[in-house]
């Protein structure tokens, strides 16, 4: 039976096994009232937009507190275009992928040039072109259909990891290239209820979350067995075909946590077009080959901010992963012995006492060293410059 005669039937399947089991719960999903929107009801595009941005690359969960805190400090599109960026980012602090806040804070501007500035509290004056959003940096077809699917119930697909993962199945796709994508993308407009297009799309989202899994899919208790030929003539852990990835050991990264007599550190900003552009961070850098992590920490304190440092005791050293890259990275303690200070490789340098580095915006593995610098300030060592002067 091909896929395209059952259309209705799927729709059905999905829809029914929906309205029992999704996750009516997701807070940006619900409408003013708080209940879950009636089909053809229109939601508030705005936190839908900023929850399917934080949504790109971390899981629900994981976003939920961020996504209610940012509703309570920025609660309208305005209250965001007004805001300052480092506001912004210390508000993204943890969620990782910076660039993505920055990039919240240009669409807001463009956002309010593309509505007017009168309308924006209009529903009814927000886009509602795939098209339109996007133009919004950031915004890739997935998101742009979440939000006009979620917003508006019109019929825009969405081909996010767990709705490609059901589709791969589903056809028992083993390709990997761009024609299979495009096949999946027409797959998922095909399916596509246009009576209930926010309901389907987001019952394919749970399906993947609670049934059709990566690793342990339960296709006993799947609404589309009768219809999946991964599970009917294959093994669904097969699919999708994934491409091989090397396995790459992590890069080392020495850190120098310089102190001055005042018992204040060393902290930089990053440039602007680097990875995590305007977040602050500790001096240092990759280690070459030939060196040991102290000469890694000395070279780099050198080059990025022009002074001499000797290298004390370790503070703590952890792996970190990104998506594509593991680092290693090991914290020193580091006498300020020459030169001064100087912004070689950065915006900017600052010297702030341990206790303010909470009102600077850090990349999730700089907060790990200052989780720890803070334990040890509160596990009594009080004057902390002493465990410095003591570490050479
Ligand atoms: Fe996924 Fe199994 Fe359902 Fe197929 S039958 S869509 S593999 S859960």
């Excluded at 602007?272 to 920490?297: C, D, H, L, Q």
């Amino acid at each position: 039976m091909h896929l395209s005669d059952s259309i209705s039937e799927i729709q059905t399947l999905l829809l029914d096994w929906f309205d029992i089991n999704g996750r009516h719960w997701i807070p940006w999903k619900l409408n003013a009232n708080g209940t879950l929107a009636k089909p053809g009801e229109t939601i508030s595009p705005y936190g839908i937009w900023i929850a399917e941005v934080m949504l790109q690359q971390t899981q629900l969960p994981v976003v939920l507190p961020y996504w209610q805190n940012w509703m309570r400090n920025f609660p309208t599109l305005n209250d965001l275009a007004k805001s300052e960026e480092k506001y912004i980012l210390l508000q993204w602090q943890g969620l990782g992928y910076y660039s993505r806040a920055k990039r919240i804070f240009q669409s807001s501007k463009i956002l309010i040039d593309l509505i007017g500035k009168n309308h924006i509290f209009d529903i009814s004056s927000w886009p509602i072109e795939v098209s339109q959003w996007m133009l919004l940096p950031g915004v890739g077809r997935t998101t742009a259909g979440s939000i006009i699917s979620s917003a508006f119930d019109l019929p825009a697909p969405i081909l996010d990891g767990n709705v490609k993962r059901i589709l791969s199945r589903l056809i028992a796709s083993d390709e990997i290239n761009m024609k299979a994508q495009q096949k999946l993308w027409e797959l998922s407009l095909l399916l596509l209820s246009e009576e209930r297009p926010r309901d389907f799309n987001q019952a394919l989202m749970d399906l993947g979350n609670k049934v059709c899994t990566p690793n342990q899919p339960c296709c006993t208790s799947c609404p589309l067995q009768s219809f999946c030929v991964a599970y009917i003539n294959y093994n669904p852990l097969n699919f999708p075909k994934k491409e091989m990835k090397k396995i790459i050991s992590p890069q080392e990264i020495g850190i120098g946590l310089v102190f001055n007599k005042s018992g204040e550190l060393l902290i930089d900003q990053r440039l602007e077009n680097s990875s995590m552009g305007g977040m602050w961070e500790f001096p240092g850098g990759k280690k070459m080959p030939s060196e040991s992590i102290e000469e890694t920490i000395v070279r780099e304190l050198k080059e990025e901010v022009g002074i001499s440092v000797r290298v004390g005791i370790k503070l703590l050293s952890f792996e970190h992963a990104y998506t594509h890259k593991k680092f290693h990275f090991t914290a020193h303690l580091c006498e300020w012995t020459s030169g001064q200070p100087k912004p070689l490789a950065s915006q900017q340098l600052l010297w702030v006492s341990p206790e303010k580095l909470v009102d600077f915006p850090f990349p999730a593995a700089n907060a790990k060293i200052i989780s720890e610098l803070h334990k040890h300030l509160c596990n009594g060592k009080k004057n902390f410059k002493s465990t410095i002067i003591n570490s050479y």
